[in-house]
Every structure is written in C-alpha cells, then in structure tokens.
C-alpha cells in the first residue's frame, strides 16, 4: 500500500523565494497534518485538516506561511518569502478521523534556504 | 495532554528483546499511550499504542502498568534495523470521537542495537 507521499525530498533555494511542499495522504484518510523538524525545537505541529477544512493553524509560525488543502488526495505548504530560518524537515501525516486511530508519516521534505 | 519521562538513549545486543521504558505518571483516564519511532532521515513510524491492556502486533508489544502511570514497548528480537529514536507519547482521546489533535514528541530514547 502506498504511504503518505511528499514531494520534493529535497529542496534548496534562495532566501525570498517562494516555496512550495506538497503531500498525498494515504487513500481514505480524512485528517491530515504537517510537521516540522529541527535540531533545537524537534518535531511540531503546524496545521492539520480534518475533511479538507483546517482545524487547527495555532502553529503556523507567521503569515508568510500558508497551507490549503483542495481535495481529500492533495495538500500544500506554502512559505512565502522564505527565510533562512525556515530551514528544516517538514514531515505531513495522515489518519483517519476517528478516535484514537495513529497517524501515519511521509518522510518528509528537507527544507534549506541560503 | 501528559508528558512523559524517557531516557536519553539505551543500547541492546542483536536478537535480544529491546525494553523501553516510559514514565507517564500525570496520565489521565482518556489518555491513550502511543509509540512511534524515527530512523534517521527518514518521518516518523507509528508502532503501537494501549489505553489499558497491553497489546501486541507484529512491530512489538506494548505493556501498561496496572496504574497506567508507566509503559514498556518490547522489541522482542531487536535487528540492526532497530537503531532509530523512540517516542512514547500520551494524548487525549476525545469525547466525541472527532478531530485527531496534536501529537507532541519529546526527546524520545535512542536505542543503539549492537551486533
């Protein structure tokens, strides 16, 4: 079975830059969340989505970033202008909307921003 | 949600069973226990989780004290491919079955498998 996909792996650019992560839940996941992981915060909660409408953006550092989810199969994570501070692994997961059910990670796209 | 207490890092010889121990002694009634764990470069992996029982499947097995105030995840025949970061986690369960929340990793226990 296909896992949760996120695309590109790897992603270098410039500061400024306008960047976008994408993912694909696994299928008939309702609930989907994005992570990010640094050295000195670990891992955190940025957004999830239950049903394609966000639940919950309280960790969404600033406006420079977005995230939308336009159907149940796709989802973004916009940084825009990025920032060398940006720099991390942002990881998005997928579960299903019902109680207790684990979530399941992609293995995420390594962010740098020079 | 709980916090919890692990330690730092553990090793273990190959096909020995892993114990990883985990302190979660402010677990409240609706707080399930969750294991994940993260070899390097690579996302989390979901390994098991309990509210009550122990459980078992075929990743690892789960034991839960009868206070639920701490867990054990077992490895039974730990491999090479077993060295990563383990996180035990708690989180509420909510009433009504709805939105899945936040899981919050710590620091987790690096468990070292050595030939």
């Known amino acids: 079975d296909a896992g949760v996909i996120q695309s590109p792996r790897h992603e270098v650019t410039e500061m400024g830059q306008e960047v976008t992560l994408r993912c694909k839940p696994i299928s008939g996941h309702n609930s989907l969340f994005w992570y990010r992981q640094t050295m000195m915060r670990g891992l955190e909660l940025l957004i999830y989505?239950?049903?394609?409408?966000?639940?919950?953006d309280s960790g969404m550092p600033e406006d420079r970033f977005s995230a939308k989810m336009p159907n149940a199969s796709f989802s973004t994570l916009k940084i825009q202008p990025s920032e060398p501070r940006d720099s991390a692994v942002y990881f998005c997961a997928s579960s299903f909307y019902r109680d207790n059910q684990p979530q399941h990670f992609g293995d995420g796209t390594r962010l740098s921003i020079l | 949600d709980a916090k919890t207490t692990q330690p730092p890092s553990m090793d273990c010889a190959e096909g020995r069973a892993a114990n990883l121990p985990c302190n979660h002694s402010?677990?409240?009634?609706?707080?399930?226990v969750y294991w994940y764990r993260q070899i390097h470069s690579q996302g989390p992996q979901y390994i098991i989780h309990g509210l009550k029982n122990n459980e078992t499947n075929e990743m690892a097995s789960l034991i839960i004290t009868e206070d639920r105030k701490s867990s054990t995840l077992i490895l039974p025949h730990a491999t090479l491919r077993d060295t990563a970061v383990y996180y035990c986690i708690v989180r509420v369960s909510s009433s009504y079955g709805g939105s899945q929340g936040n899981l919050i990793f710590g620091k987790g226990t690096k468990l070292s498998v050595k030939p």
């Open positions: 989505f239950n049903n394609n409408v966000p639940i919950d």
């Open positions: 402010t677990i409240s009634g609706n707080e399930y």
